[in-house]
């Protein structure tokens, strides 16, 4: 039985096939448009899935959307005679969702007619719950999904039972966790999609100040958990206004918070202002707040289900934050979080809830790790070199094997150099987990200040995060429960943080992914290599891209290698070195790069 699940006419569009109950592919359409968060039908994805998956359109049985129009129809009614633009947005969905078919046949230039799978609407929380419980360890748990808003609720929890998800709860519109953190960031100037994971970096910062005042902004509700102080804000009363533009495909997100949030707290940041102690301060009472509430409604779940084990999703579960704090503040002793927690995962999740809820076939599945996306083969990585200038350009190119290559990477890393690694199928989910990274010396301090100026150009407050043997957690970490998604920080042990400077927030604290041998073997023999030669069983790891969508193709690696300042990139089992040469070459101005090409290369 093939089941195709995709998150459509939304932001971090996505898809993914599910095969007799068994995840065979799943890939987010920003890794081939290459616009970061990317909104509409994905197109590119579903037929990358196809073709992974040895499938046509016409084999799938059922298409699984993460979405359902009609729910909540009576709330969204009393919405749309209130907001004439929500009306109009609502009747938009509502029309792109009968055109399902018919984009589905466009994106495999097929018939729609030819089609012949049921189409099945899941709500978008339902979706969000299902991809973090039916893809766990847990035969049972509590299961948790915190966003912004999706079919008109912000939150949901169920319990978890074998092949089945009990919704036990959820809020609606207008309360919304991920709405605060959004109005919140938008108003300390941080107003792209997806920025709310910047201003919790900002967060270790500040000091939480503003704590009081928040509180009036999400304030305590004994049933529900929480709920939003509306004055705060305007979502109740213009509508939710996610948009995007089809020509682009970048959502945009329009302004959340009210006049009344700046006549409480002072004007709002303008994005090109410097950040100031204020901001730092607002920054680290929004985070501690947000930690409030979600504390609040775990332990809330966590007395209703009895359960001992707990898994989440949903946009605020990429909170790593409030994530590693979970076992201090909560009776959990487990935890599993979705790799792709949010929108982008919601193709996952409807396509389980599907196999398992609607046609109640048993789960046989674990998802413990993220490696669904695509892959190239080496013959396709050498080809891709041998196209490119990097030989032209004077840079060494071996191929080794595997020993030779993980033991020369592992002393390029710990002589300062930075490397671009990529490895067969690209992570699922936004975090780069050892197959698209680009990886550093950890016990170097001035690697963070590097990185930044040679190839992110990000905001320097913002960490960078450490790859860890799963075996070596707890000798640098206060907890050991593994953490191979990357989406949950621990407190660095106080005697570790001056031998991983590098990857250690200002708090102290380490968003870690915890790398298993099994399910990444060459990854965890690299960073085996590195602690034979250093002492240290970590390596800083930071998604292999500059400022874009991490990259895809072997041309999109080597394209990233050469227009930036990285020094070493390993693609399969070939190893590219940028000797001092090319670096001159790469890094003169145009006029003398030309000059080089006529008279060397
Ligand atoms: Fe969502």
């Not at 410097?274 to 332990?299: C, D, T």
């Not at 080496?378 to 030989?391: F, M, P």
Request: net charge positive; charged share 20%.
């Amino acid at each position: 039985m093939n089941i195709l699940g995709i998150n459509a006419y939304h932001a971090n569009a996505s898809a993914a096939i599910v095969c007799d109950g068994k995840l065979i592919t799943a890939a987010e359409e920003e890794r081939f448009n290459r616009v970061k968060y990317a909104a509409g039908f994905p197109a590119a994805a579903v037929r990358h899935c196809l073709a992974d998956a040895g499938l046509k359109l016409q084999d799938i049985d059922h298409v699984a959307i993460p979405r359902n129009p009609w729910a909540r129809i009576a709330t969204k009614l009393y919405y749309a005679a209130r907001m004439p633009r929500f009306t109009f947005d609502r009747l938009r969905v509502m029309k792109q969702f009968k055109g399902v078919h018919a984009d589905l046949a466009a994106a495999c230039d097929l018939d729609p007619g030819t089609i012949r799978a049921r189409v099945h609407r899941v709500e978008h929380h339902v979706a969000h719950l299902a991809s973090a419980f039916f893809v766990s360890p847990f035969d049972r748990a509590a299961v948790l999904s915190t966003d912004g808003l999706g079919d008109f609720a912000s939150t949901m929890w169920a319990t978890g039972e074998g092949n089945r998800l009990n919704v036990r709860g959820s809020v609606v519109f207008p309360h919304s966790l991920g709405l605060y953190y959004t109005a919140l960031s938008q108003y300390l100037g941080f107003w792209k999609f997806g920025d709310e994971y910047k201003v919790m970096g900002l967060a270790a910062y500040g000091e939480p100040s503003y704590v009081q005042e928040l509180r009036r902004v999400v304030r305590p509700n004994n049933i529900k958990g929480f709920s939003l102080g509306l004055q705060y804000f305007r979502h109740h009363q213009t509508g939710p206004e996610m948009t995007w533009h089809e020509s682009t495909q970048t959502p945009v997100l329009g302004r959340l918070f009210s006049p009344y949030l700046e006549e409480r707290l002072g004007k709002s940041r303008r994005a090109d202002e410097p950040i100031g102690r204020k901001h730092r301060n607002i920054a680290a009472s929004m985070q501690a707040v947000l930690e409030e509430a979600y504390f609040r409604l775990l332990n809330h779940l966590s007395g209703g289900t009895r359960q001992q084990k707990v898994c989440l999703a949903g946009g605020v579960a990429f909170n790593c934050v409030a994530n590693g704090k979970v076992f201090d503040h909560t009776p959990f002793s487990g935890i599993y979080v979705q790799p792709a927690a949010g929108d982008a995962g919601l193709s996952v999740g409807a396509a389980f809830y599907v196999y398992h809820q609607v046609l109640g076939q048993p789960r046989t599945f674990i998802m413990d790790h993220a490696y669904w996306g695509p892959q190239f083969s080496q013959g396709a990585t050498d080809k891709a070199l041998e196209n490119s200038q990097v030989r032209d350009l004077g840079c060494l190119v071996k191929g080794l094997p595997d020993e030779e290559l993980t033991r020369c990477t592992a002393q390029h890393i710990a002589d300062g150099k930075i490397v671009g690694w990529y490895q067969g199928r690209q992570e699922w989910g936004p975090r780069a987990l050892g197959n698209r990274s680009i990886l550093v010396d950890p016990r170097r301090a001035e690697m963070k200040e590097i990185l930044n100026r040679r190839i992110k150009h990000r905001e320097p407050f913002r960490p960078f995060a450490p790859s860890i043997l799963e075996e070596a957690t707890g000798q640098f970490f206060e907890c050991s429960h593994p953490s191979p998604f990357m989406n949950l920080a621990y407190v660095v042990r106080p005697e570790k943080r001056s031998v991983i400077p590098a990857p250690t927030h200002v708090d102290g604290t380490g968003r870690l992914q915890t790398v298993s041998r099994q399910t990444n073997p060459r990854y965890w023999a690299l960073i085996k290599k590195f602690e034979k030669l250093t002492g240290v069983p970590v390596l800083l790891n930071t998604s292999f891209n500059e400022n874009e969508p991490i990259v895809l193709t072997p041309r999109e690696a080597i394209d990233c290698f050469l227009r930036t300042r990285m020094d070493v990139l390993v693609m399969g089992n070939c190893l590219v070195e940028k000797k001092l040469v090319a670096n001159i070459a790469l890094q003169s101005p145009i006029v003398l790069r030309t000059f080089w090409y006529r008279c060397f290369a």
